[in-house]
């Protein structure tokens, strides 16, 4: 069974600082790896995937990730955090191939990004 | 390009009454998703739909929760009767699947259910 682990319930940071949320995962196969953000009362928002191809990702906002498949690890970072950043964090996989796809999440991290 | 569609946005009911959820995808997007999500924990898929047949509803109680995607567009959500461990929020995605999709999923704003 597919599984993804987020280790920090939450994560502080000082604004202007770089920021790290950790994921680690677990599928058969070669996955497909996302990253959605929760503001307050909102759905998901997606904010980036990987698929295939370099190692580092970047999306929206000025994020970027890093995909480690020795590690199964898809760490979310940016390089200067700001206030408007902090919100809660998912990291999903699925399966690259095989029939039917599902898409599983981790538990979330919440971000403070201190001012 | 309007989003996904989810009402009520807030519901407060009593235990063992039912409640209904509604959703309207993103036009075109031919797979539907029912998540759970229980204060603080990540979402938990409930069910999915291709266009108007179910592809996974192993996570659903099916004693008490019930979907339906009629005509392969909108959904909806029953629970009934509730309990107090359904007090949620409960979002609606919509995606492309196809072969060429790498399948990001579209949030609704969520249906925050409370039961007393």
């Known amino acids: 069974a597919q599984s993804v682990a987020q280790p920090e319930d939450q994560v502080n940071v000082a604004e202007g600082n770089p920021l790290t949320v950790k994921c680690t995962y677990s599928?058969?196969?070669?996955?497909?790896l996302f990253w959605y953000v929760q503001y307050p009362n909102r759905g998901l928002q997606f904010l980036l995937k990987?698929?295939?191809?370099?190692?580092l990702v970047k999306g929206s906002y000025g994020f970027e990730a890093e995909f480690n498949k020795s590690q199964t690890s898809f760490h979310l970072k940016k390089p200067s955090a700001l206030v408007s950043d902090s919100a809660l964090y998912f990291c999903?996989?699925?399966?690259?191939?095989?029939?039917?796809?599902?898409?599983?999440f981790g538990t979330g991290t919440k971000l403070q990004v201190i001012p | 390009e309007a989003g996904v569609a989810q009402s009520p946005r807030y519901k407060i009911i009593e235990k063992r009454q039912s409640v209904a959820f509604w959703c309207n995808p993103i036009?075109?997007?031919?797979?539907l998703y029912w998540y759970q999500q229980i204060l603080g924990q990540g979402p938990k898929l409930l069910i999915q739909?291709?266009?108007?047949?179910?592809?996974?509803d192993s996570q659903l109680p099916k004693d008490r929760f019930s979907a339906e995607r009629l005509k392969g567009v909108d959904s909806t959500l029953k629970i009934q009767p509730a309990k107090l461990e359904d007090s949620a929020v409960y979002l609606c995605?919509?995606?492309?699947?196809?072969?060429?999709?790498?399948?990001?999923?579209?949030f609704g704003e969520g249906s925050r259910l409370t039961v007393l």
């Open positions: 739909f291709q266009n108007n047949g179910v592809v996974d």
């Open positions: 999903a996989v699925r399966p690259l191939s095989g029939g039917y796809q599902k898409v599983t």
């Open positions: 990987y698929i295939t191809g370099d190692n």
């Open positions: 036009s075109g997007h031919a797979t």
């Open positions: 995605a919509s995606s492309h699947w196809d072969r060429g999709d790498t399948g990001e999923l579209f």
């Open positions: 599928v058969s196969g070669n996955p497909y």
